[in-house]
Every structure is written in structure tokens, then in C-alpha cells.
């Protein structure tokens, strides 16, 4: 099956913890994006890359660290410095943050809970 | 960032009705695109126009969009319980500078009632 794989699909932080978030996807896409949802909100962009070892900060990236060192992987790291990281967070992939904006695609997200 | 404002923030109708979605946003973009997602889950992509395109129909979906007014529509025709859902709109290339990033909206809850 080809698609955006993230895990796990729920997690549970104590405070000042760092804690990573899993995102892959076989689609051979070059871009990917990591967003955060809160409840009732639309989704606020944390940081995303357009290729391998290159990444950029998106709105709200403060408390979060990112690495791209392979295609299909874009894990997220949610670290102690992130105020109130409790959120639904959605990993992203498209073909490449070209000239024209193309689709996204998504993964079934990741209910960070801290305790 | 700025962002697609939509609205309603929620919409209830009976199986079988129109429901229709309302998204403006302020500077230029790329293109406009409107996703879904179900309770608990990821979006969607259900429709992408762009900004030389006025409409655009998939199935029972219909898009609009204005670039004079700033403002797209998204309808969705005979609606069914399966259609309740979140709809969000997203602005592709935003003001020129934001080429491979999207801007969402808040987002209307859409509720289809059997």
C-alpha cells in the first residue's frame, strides 16, 4: 500500500520530556510537512522540508526539532521547551513544494497527551 | 501567515440538501484547495483550482473561486450522512513566497442528519 504512515497514534508525555513522533511515506515524495491541530482550529504549520537534509520553519516551530535524513522519513521532536504540546499532530507529504502547489497528502495523525 | 477565514464555523442540514462553504482570504495565492477530515483523523484533498480557473465540479462537489473578491465556495450537492465532516480550505502560494506551503482555515463542521 502506498501512503503516510505515523506513529504511534496515541502518546502520552510527562512533563519536560522530549518525545518523537514517527512519519514515512513510500509515495517517493519530496516534500514534507508537519502540522499541529487543536481542537476546533485549522492546522498551524510547526516546520516542513522540500528535500533530503533541508528543512525550514514553518508559524510556530518555537519547542520543536525536525531531521530529513532520508526521503521517506520526517520524524518530529517534541521537546521540553514546547509550552503546551498536547495537540493532534498531522504529518504531510507532496510531490515537491515546486512553482505550482500540488496536493497533500496525509497521515491519520498523532494525539500527543501530556500528563 | 494570513490565512483562508471561512464560514459558516458550522452548518446542520437534513439528507438530500445543499450544503454550501464559504472561504476569503486577503492577498494573492497560487492556487485554492479544500480538504476533508473525519472526527479523529487526517485530511482529505478533495478539490485543488487554481487562480486562473473560476470553477471546477468533481462528483458532487463544485468549486468556485474569485480572485477579484478574494472569496471561494465549496458545494456539495444531495449531501448524505456520510458527508459530515470537517472542510477546510487552503491557500497554495500565499502572497508569492510561500511556493510548496499551505495556509488552512478554521475549518466548518458540516452535520448531515438522515
Known amino acids: 500500500d502506498g501512503g503516510i504512515t505515523q506513529s504511534p497514534k496515541y502518546l502520552f508525555r510527562k512533563e519536560g520530556q522530549n518525545v518523537t513522533l514517527s512519519c514515512e511515506q513510500n509515495l517517493n515524495h519530496d516534500a514534507m510537512y508537519w502540522y499541529r491541530q487543536d481542537p476546533g482550529q485549522g492546522l498551524r504549520l510547526i516546520y516542513y522540508?522540500?528535500?533530503?537534509?533541508?528543512?525550514q520553519k514553518g508559524d510556530i516551530a518555537e519547542g520543536y526539532s525536525v531531521s530529513r535524513e532520508k526521503k521517506e522519513s520526517f520524524p518530529l521532536t517534541v521537546t521540553s521547551a514546547q509550552k503546551n504540546p498536547t495537540a493532534f499532530y498531522l504529518c504531510?507529504?507532496?510531490?515537491?513544494?515546486?512553482?505550482?502547489?500540488?496536493?497533500?497528502?496525509f497521515g491519520p495523525g498523532t494525539r500527543l497527551t501530556v500528563l | 501567515s494570513q490565512q483562508g477565514e471561512e464560514d459558516p464555523q458550522a452548518l446542520s442540514i437534513q439528507e438530500g440538501e445543499n450544503a454550501t462553504m464559504n472561504c476569503s482570504y486577503k492577498?494573492?495565492?497560487?492556487?485554492l484547495q479544500w480538504y476533508r477530515q473525519n472526527s479523529g483523523r487526517g485530511l482529505v484533498h478533495l478539490i485543488l483550482i487554481r487562480s486562473n480557473e473560476r470553477e471546477k465540479h468533481s462528483g458532487r462537489l463544485r468549486v468556485t473561486l474569485d480572485t477579484s473578491k478574494k472569496s471561494s465556495s465549496l458545494l456539495i450537492t444531495a449531501s448524505r450522512a456520510a458527508d459530515t465532516a470537517s472542510y477546510f480550505c487552503?491557500?497554495?502560494?500565499?502572497?508569492?513566497?510561500?511556493?510548496?506551503?499551505?495556509?488552512f482555515g478554521q475549518g466548518t463542521i458540516l452535520t448531515v442528519h438522515p
Open positions: 504531510a507529504s507532496n510531490v515537491a513544494g515546486g512553482f505550482a502547489t500540488d496536493t497533500q497528502y
Open positions: 492577498t494573492s495565492i497560487n492556487n
Open positions: 487552503a491557500l497554495g502560494g500565499a502572497g508569492g513566497t510561500s511556493y510548496g506551503k499551505l495556509t
Open positions: 522540508s522540500q528535500i533530503v537534509n533541508d528543512f
